[in-house]
């Protein structure tokens, strides 16, 4: 039998994420163009060139199962995130695994 080496996008998810709830995630949806964010370095550098302050609110377009969203308000010191998302489920999982009063969580498609 073959054996598989797991992909180190995958090895750095698990790594971040050892805390999720236990549910089973939703999949992602070829209608909606659902492709998410997995490289920490990508996430890490355009933290670094951001300004953000104290007194910005940040948007996110597509928070996914939230790995952005969770490293903005951990590595910001923005006032407010707000978060826009086609797709009640992936809310709802992002809902559930991140709490902060710095959160503002929207299920709308922005593109309408």
């Given amino acids: ?5 797991e992909h180190p996008e995958k090895r750095a998810y ?9 549910y089973d995630e939703p999949r992602k949806k070829k209608e909606h163009g659902q492709v998410f964010l997995r490289d920490q370095g ?8 951001a300004t953000v302050t104290p007194t910005t609110t940040v948007m996110e377009i597509g928070c996914g199962d939230g790995f ?3 490293a903005i308000l951990e ?7 707000q978060v826009f998302e086609i797709d009640e489920e992936w809310l709802n999982v992002v809902k559930e695994s991140i709490k ?9 498609n922005v593109l309408d």
Avoid: G
């Fill in 42 to 49: 990508i996430v890490d550098s355009m933290l670094r060139n």
């Fill in 14 to 22: 698990n790594k971040t994420h050892s805390s999720r709830p236990s």
């Fill in 75 to 81: 590595k910001t010191p923005c006032k407010l995130l």
């Fill in 68 to 70: 952005l969203t969770r």
């Fill in 1 to 5: 039998m073959k054996k598989y080496r």
């Fill in 100 to 108: 902060s009063d710095r959160l503002s969580l929207n299920l709308i």
